[in-house]
Protein backbone atom coordinates (compact mmCIF):
# COMPACT_ATOMS: atom_id res chain seq x y z
CA UNK A 1 0.00 0.00 0.00
CA UNK A 2 1.44 3.30 -0.96
CA UNK A 3 0.99 6.37 1.80
CA UNK A 4 -2.23 7.64 3.10
CA UNK A 5 -1.35 11.53 2.84
CA UNK A 6 -3.43 12.38 0.23
CA UNK A 7 -6.12 12.26 2.46
CA UNK A 8 -6.55 14.34 5.08
CA UNK A 9 -7.28 13.23 8.56
CA UNK A 10 -10.09 15.83 8.74
CA UNK A 11 -12.59 15.61 5.87
CA UNK A 12 -16.01 18.33 6.14
CA UNK A 13 -19.19 16.76 5.08
CA UNK A 14 -19.51 18.33 2.38
CA UNK A 15 -16.25 16.59 0.76
CA UNK A 16 -18.42 12.85 0.05
CA UNK A 17 -20.50 15.02 -2.02
CA UNK A 18 -18.50 13.53 -4.73
CA UNK A 19 -19.49 9.46 -3.54
CA UNK A 20 -23.46 8.56 -4.52
CA UNK A 21 -25.95 7.02 -2.00
CA UNK A 22 -25.27 3.60 -3.02
CA UNK A 23 -21.92 4.18 -2.27
CA UNK A 24 -21.95 5.47 1.26
CA UNK A 25 -25.12 3.35 2.48
CA UNK A 26 -22.37 0.31 1.58
CA UNK A 27 -19.87 1.74 4.34
CA UNK A 28 -22.86 1.71 6.70
CA UNK A 29 -23.84 -1.86 5.39
CA UNK A 30 -20.14 -2.94 5.89
CA UNK A 31 -19.47 -1.31 9.21
CA UNK A 32 -23.11 -3.07 10.43
CA UNK A 33 -21.99 -6.16 9.24
CA UNK A 34 -18.68 -6.22 11.14
CA UNK A 35 -20.21 -4.83 14.62
CA UNK A 36 -22.78 -7.94 14.15
CA UNK A 37 -19.95 -10.05 15.80
CA UNK A 38 -20.61 -9.56 19.48
CA UNK A 39 -18.61 -8.98 22.18
CA UNK A 40 -18.55 -12.08 23.37
CA UNK A 41 -16.73 -13.33 20.53
CA UNK A 42 -13.40 -11.64 22.10
CA UNK A 43 -13.47 -14.74 24.56
CA UNK A 44 -12.85 -17.26 22.27
CA UNK A 45 -9.64 -15.51 20.28
CA UNK A 46 -5.65 -16.51 21.29
CA UNK A 47 -4.10 -13.31 19.43
CA UNK A 48 -5.08 -9.29 20.20
CA UNK A 49 -3.80 -7.21 17.40
CA UNK A 50 -3.84 -3.34 18.13
CA UNK A 51 -3.14 -0.44 15.65
CA UNK A 52 -1.03 2.45 17.00
CA UNK A 53 -1.54 6.17 15.56
CA UNK A 54 -2.78 9.93 16.52
CA UNK A 55 -1.56 9.53 19.90
CA UNK A 56 -4.12 7.56 21.59
CA UNK A 57 -2.97 5.74 24.35
CA UNK A 58 -6.75 4.10 25.36
CA UNK A 59 -5.64 1.40 22.12
CA UNK A 60 -2.87 0.15 23.98
CA UNK A 61 -4.54 0.25 27.30
CA UNK A 62 -7.88 -1.58 26.42
CA UNK A 63 -5.73 -4.01 24.40
CA UNK A 64 -3.52 -4.44 27.29
CA UNK A 65 -6.50 -5.04 29.95
CA UNK A 66 -7.52 -7.84 27.89
CA UNK A 67 -4.41 -9.18 27.47
CA UNK A 68 -3.69 -9.11 31.59
CA UNK A 69 -6.90 -10.48 32.57
CA UNK A 70 -7.46 -13.30 29.73
CA UNK A 71 -4.31 -15.91 30.04
CA UNK A 72 -5.87 -17.97 26.88
CA UNK A 73 -4.22 -15.68 25.26
CA UNK A 74 -1.04 -16.35 23.46
CA UNK A 75 -0.16 -13.36 21.55
CA UNK A 76 -0.34 -9.51 22.04
CA UNK A 77 0.94 -7.59 18.57
CA UNK A 78 2.13 -4.34 18.76
CA UNK A 79 1.96 -2.66 15.61
CA UNK A 80 4.35 0.89 15.14
CA UNK A 81 3.10 3.95 14.36
CA UNK A 82 3.96 7.10 11.82
CA UNK A 83 7.20 8.96 13.30
CA UNK A 84 5.21 11.94 10.66
CA UNK A 85 2.84 12.50 12.89
CA UNK A 86 3.48 15.05 15.92
CA UNK A 87 2.18 12.39 18.78
CA UNK A 88 4.72 9.79 17.35
CA UNK A 89 6.13 7.40 19.97
CA UNK A 90 8.24 4.57 19.44
CA UNK A 91 6.42 1.65 21.00
CA UNK A 92 9.10 -0.16 23.18
CA UNK A 93 8.60 -2.78 26.10
CA UNK A 94 9.43 0.53 28.59
CA UNK A 95 6.87 2.37 27.28
CA UNK A 96 3.96 -0.66 27.36
CA UNK A 97 5.29 -1.58 30.89
CA UNK A 98 4.18 1.97 31.59
CA UNK A 99 0.75 1.63 30.17
CA UNK A 100 0.36 -1.53 32.89
CA UNK A 101 1.78 -4.59 30.74
CA UNK A 102 3.01 -7.01 33.01
CA UNK A 103 2.92 -10.56 30.90
CA UNK A 104 5.75 -10.62 28.30
CA UNK A 105 5.57 -13.85 26.87
CA UNK A 106 3.76 -13.81 23.77
CA UNK A 107 4.32 -9.80 23.08
CA UNK A 108 5.51 -9.01 19.63
CA UNK A 109 6.44 -5.54 18.45
CA UNK A 110 6.47 -4.39 14.91
CA UNK A 111 10.38 -3.51 14.58
CA UNK A 112 10.04 -0.62 11.98
CA UNK A 113 7.75 1.79 11.46
CA UNK A 114 4.67 2.43 9.99
CA UNK A 115 3.31 5.25 7.92
CA UNK A 116 -0.11 3.61 7.35
CA UNK A 117 -2.96 1.36 8.31
CA UNK A 118 -1.88 -0.93 5.27
CA UNK A 119 1.74 -1.36 6.21
CA UNK A 120 0.40 -2.20 9.90
CA UNK A 121 -2.15 -4.88 8.49
CA UNK A 122 0.56 -6.87 6.38
CA UNK A 123 2.70 -7.07 9.36
CA UNK A 124 -0.07 -8.33 11.71
CA UNK A 125 -0.81 -10.73 8.58
CA UNK A 126 2.75 -11.81 8.69
CA UNK A 127 2.47 -12.76 11.97
CA UNK A 128 -0.71 -14.51 11.73
CA UNK A 129 0.85 -16.70 9.39
CA UNK A 130 4.36 -17.17 11.24
CA UNK A 131 3.01 -17.89 14.52
CA UNK A 132 0.01 -20.22 13.30
CA UNK A 133 -2.74 -17.47 15.46
CA UNK A 134 -6.11 -19.32 14.75
CA UNK A 135 -8.00 -16.15 16.06
CA UNK A 136 -7.66 -12.76 16.44
CA UNK A 137 -9.52 -9.92 18.11
CA UNK A 138 -8.70 -6.25 16.71
CA UNK A 139 -8.43 -3.47 18.89
CA UNK A 140 -8.66 0.26 17.82
CA UNK A 141 -10.58 3.22 18.03
CA UNK A 142 -14.13 2.63 17.35
CA UNK A 143 -14.02 5.39 14.27
CA UNK A 144 -10.81 3.60 13.09
CA UNK A 145 -12.08 0.03 13.57
CA UNK A 146 -14.34 -0.32 10.32
CA UNK A 147 -11.40 0.58 7.99
CA UNK A 148 -8.82 -1.50 10.17
CA UNK A 149 -10.60 -4.62 10.21
CA UNK A 150 -11.23 -4.02 6.35
CA UNK A 151 -7.47 -3.85 5.93
CA UNK A 152 -6.27 -6.73 7.98
CA UNK A 153 -9.23 -9.07 6.45
CA UNK A 154 -7.70 -8.02 2.88
CA UNK A 155 -4.22 -8.84 4.06
CA UNK A 156 -5.21 -11.92 4.86
CA UNK A 157 -7.29 -12.98 2.12
CA UNK A 158 -3.99 -12.10 -0.28
CA UNK A 159 -2.27 -14.97 2.08
CA UNK A 160 -5.25 -17.45 1.81
CA UNK A 161 -5.41 -17.27 5.61
CA UNK A 162 -9.27 -17.58 6.86
CA UNK A 163 -9.60 -17.70 10.73
CA UNK A 164 -12.00 -16.06 13.31
CA UNK A 165 -10.93 -12.28 13.28
CA UNK A 166 -13.47 -10.08 15.70
CA UNK A 167 -13.38 -6.50 16.50
CA UNK A 168 -12.77 -5.29 19.83
CA UNK A 169 -13.26 -1.23 20.37
CA UNK A 170 -11.23 0.63 22.57
CA UNK A 171 -13.79 2.01 25.26
CA UNK A 172 -13.86 5.49 24.57
CA UNK A 173 -16.75 8.76 24.26
CA UNK A 174 -17.00 9.74 20.85
CA UNK A 175 -16.50 13.70 21.81
CA UNK A 176 -12.95 13.00 23.53
CA UNK A 177 -10.26 14.96 21.59
CA UNK A 178 -7.82 12.91 19.83
CA UNK A 179 -4.23 13.70 21.03
CA UNK A 180 -3.06 14.12 17.27
CA UNK A 181 -5.35 16.58 15.79
CA UNK A 182 -7.77 17.86 18.56
CA UNK A 183 -10.53 16.78 16.64
CA UNK A 184 -13.36 14.36 17.98
CA UNK A 185 -13.73 10.87 17.21
CA UNK A 186 -16.99 12.15 15.70
CA UNK A 187 -14.98 14.88 13.01
CA UNK A 188 -13.00 12.06 12.02
CA UNK A 189 -15.52 9.22 10.30
CA UNK A 190 -16.16 11.41 7.59
CA UNK A 191 -12.68 10.66 6.82
CA UNK A 192 -12.25 7.39 7.48
CA UNK A 193 -15.69 6.53 5.10
CA UNK A 194 -13.77 8.59 2.33
CA UNK A 195 -10.60 6.90 2.69
CA UNK A 196 -12.53 3.05 2.81
CA UNK A 197 -14.02 4.37 -0.51
CA UNK A 198 -11.07 5.10 -1.88
CA UNK A 199 -8.59 2.46 -0.91
CA UNK A 200 -11.34 -0.37 -1.65
CA UNK A 201 -11.21 1.45 -5.13
CA UNK A 202 -7.35 1.28 -5.04
CA UNK A 203 -7.64 -2.94 -4.09
CA UNK A 204 -6.60 -2.12 -0.12
CA UNK A 205 -9.73 -3.15 1.35
CA UNK A 206 -11.78 -6.25 1.51
CA UNK A 207 -14.98 -4.80 -0.52
CA UNK A 208 -18.34 -5.32 0.81
CA UNK A 209 -18.75 -8.70 -0.95
CA UNK A 210 -15.56 -10.10 0.25
CA UNK A 211 -17.12 -8.84 3.67
CA UNK A 212 -20.71 -10.68 3.60
CA UNK A 213 -18.49 -13.81 1.67
CA UNK A 214 -16.29 -13.78 4.60
CA UNK A 215 -18.75 -13.07 7.90
CA UNK A 216 -21.14 -16.08 6.52
CA UNK A 217 -17.91 -18.16 6.61
CA UNK A 218 -17.65 -16.99 10.33
CA UNK A 219 -20.94 -17.28 11.47
CA UNK A 220 -21.71 -20.92 9.88
CA UNK A 221 -18.30 -22.15 11.24
CA UNK A 222 -17.80 -20.29 14.46
CA UNK A 223 -21.38 -18.31 15.21
CA UNK A 224 -22.99 -20.82 17.86
CA UNK A 225 -20.23 -20.51 20.54
CA UNK A 226 -21.17 -16.32 20.27
CA UNK A 227 -25.38 -16.81 20.39
CA UNK A 228 -27.10 -16.14 24.26
CA UNK A 229 -29.15 -19.78 24.52
Do not use: C
Not at 73 to 101: C, F, I, M, Q, W
Not at 206 to 222: G, K, M, V
Amino acid sequence: MSTESAIARFVQDEELNGFSASQLLEVTKATTMILSIPPAATSHVDAVAVATGQGEEWRFTHAIRAWEANPRLRHLLVTSGNPAEKTYTEVTLDYLRGLGLRRREGLQLQPDPSPNTGRQAAWIADQVQESAITSMALTTSPYHLPRFYLTVLKELERRGIRIPVVPAPAAVAPQTPIPETGATSENLISGEVKRILTYQDKGWLATRQELRRYLSWLWSNHGSGWLVP
